[in-house]
């Protein structure tokens, strides 16, 4: 099974086991591996994990998905030791680097529409190590972890915790409720 190491921000050393199917890096709360930064798109890029071999392909990100800082153009295979660079995010992939010439390799296997969406179980069996959610900052990758991974019916929040998944919900909603009174003070002053 795959494995990055994170290489940058806040979980910098942490270890992520990838599961043999696609993975979506991005910014939108429905990708598997959330990296909340203005530099990443939405949906950023994919992860293709075949046979123990992981390769990537750029989504139309607005700032491009790089290897080894180099920014790809199509669907990279991955060896072991490269970078992979989203946004301020880097993860490398672990193995023993080898002295391997890089190229651009489109799998014929590749089919988005046969992956199934990805559990909140799936997500938390890539982690290898604890990590305090406590402190997470502008930048940092979203992860769960696995004994802290929500139920399939969440408990309600309490007090303490947010309803929003990040701070646009938060904008949003703060933005509607101000809309919302000054409609009520329109009706009251009429």
Known sequence: MPKFIIKTGKYQGKKLKLPERDITIGRELECDIR??????????????????KVS???????NGTCVNDIQIQA?????????????????????????????????????????EPLSDDD????????????????GDTTIIAAAKAPAADPAPTTKNKSKFHSVAEEA??????HRERIAQKKQENE
């Open 35 to 52: 990296v909340v930064d203005s530099d990443v798109s939405r949906k950023h890029c994919a992860l293709s994990i075949r046979d123990g």
């Open 56 to 62: 990537v392909v750029d989504l139309n990100s607005r």
């Open 75 to 115: 669907e990279t295979l991955l060896h072991p030791g490269d970078q992979l660079r989203v946004g301020p995010m880097v993860f490398e992939l672990v193995g023993t680097k080898k002295a391997v010439k890089k190229g651009i390799i489109k799998p014929s296997n590749n089919s988005p529409e046969t992956s």
């Open 123 to 138: 997500i938390s069996s890539w982690l290898t190590e604890e990590v305090d959610e406590s402190d997470a900052t502008h």
């Open 172 to 177: 949003a909603d703060i933005i509607e409720k």
